[in-house]
């Protein structure tokens, strides 16, 4: 089965660009959403079809796929940012989700 | 709107079973999808399936064929997800999501998560 990689965690200091990765073999050619997720809420939409936000997700939220790696890109990090976030592809009509990436805005 | 609204915190003993639903509004409900996607706690989400609301087509993951039905009520808009013989490990927070028609869509908006807890 298809499996999709996320660090951990990432750390970002206040302002600045926070990069999150997600890993899978030949991602590149694949369709990759990504989520983010407070604690006690639902996840939310913010980056669709690799690179277009949804309409209320603010430009700092950027999305790049290509190769093996897809990268959720947040820049002027700010401290609403912090939460859980999870890349998703579709693999032979079954959904994959990585296992989560923990955004800490320093 | 676009709305999602799910039925309330649920707790069952282990062998039973659990509907959830996830009334929608705001959007033609035939138009789209609805996935069920589950978070244990402290875990990630965990994909279940999928149905179509214009055909009721359905999609499970294997993991839990056999175990899950999804349903739609077109008249009310509502979606259903039952799953039965239920054990601890299916103590989560259960979320349903529409999807976009297309086989590589997002999930773009969610319901706000239903809690079952399976315990003796």
């Known amino acids: 089965s298809y499996e999709l990689t996320q660090p951990l965690s990432v750390s970002v200091a206040l302002g600045q660009t926070a990069r999150i990765t997600c890993g899978g073999n030949?991602?590149?050619?694949?369709?990759v959403h990504w989520y983010q997720q407070k604690p006690g809420q639902a996840p939310v939409l913010v980056i669709y079809?690799?690179?277009n936000r949804p309409s209320g997700i603010p430009e700092r939220f950027s999305g790049s796929n290509s190769g093996n790696t897809a990268t959720l890109t947040i820049s002027r990090a700010q401290a609403g940012d912090e939460a859980d976030y999870y890349c998703?592809?579709?693999?032979?009509?079954?959904?994959?989700f990585g296992g989560g990436t923990k955004l800490t805005v320093l | 709107q676009v709305q999602l609204v799910q039925s309330g915190a649920e707790v069952k003993k282990p062998g039973a079973s659990v509907k959830v639903s996830c009334k929608a509004s705001?959007?033609?409900?035939?138009?789209?999808?609805i996935s069920w996607v589950r978070q244990a706690p402290g875990q990630g989400l965990e994909w279940m399936g999928w149905?179509?609301?214009?055909?009721?087509?359905?999609n499970y993951a294997q993991k839990l064929q056999g175990r899950v039905t999804m349903t739609t009520d077109t008249s009310t808009s509502t979606a259903y997800m039952e799953l039965r013989s239920l054990r601890s490990d299916d103590t989560a927070v259960y979320y349903c999501?529409?999807?976009?028609?297309?086989?590589?869509?997002?999930?773009?908006?969610w319901g706000q998560g239903t809690l079952v807890t399976v315990s003796s």
């Open positions: 079809r690799d690179s």
């Open positions: 030949n991602i590149g050619s694949k369709n």
């Open positions: 705001g959007y033609t409900f035939t138009s789209y999808g």
């Open positions: 149905i179509s609301a214009y055909n009721g087509n359905t």
């Open positions: 999501a529409r999807v976009p028609g297309l086989a590589v869509a997002e999930f773009d908006y």
């Open positions: 998703q592809v579709w693999d032979s009509s079954t959904a994959v």
